[in-house]
């Protein structure tokens, strides 16, 4: 099973290749957008880890 942070460390990458090929600036941005939140969310779920496992 894929961990938190590599599934959204692979959706981050994936919709960063779909603003590259986008055709409107408003589906580019939107996908730049979802790039961002995902990248977010797998720095938190990166993080959280770290800390479970310096304990």
């Not at 730049?32 to 310096?54: C, D, I, V």
Request: aromatic share 10%.
């Amino acid at each position: 099973m894929e961990s938190d942070y590599r599934y959204y460390s692979r959706r981050a990458a994936e919709e960063t290749r779909r603003a590259a090929r986008a055709i409107t600036p408003e589906a580019r941005e939107r996908h730049r957008e979802l790039a961002n939140l995902f990248e977010t969310k797998a720095e938190e779920r990166h993080h959280g880890q770290e800390r479970r496992y310096a304990r």
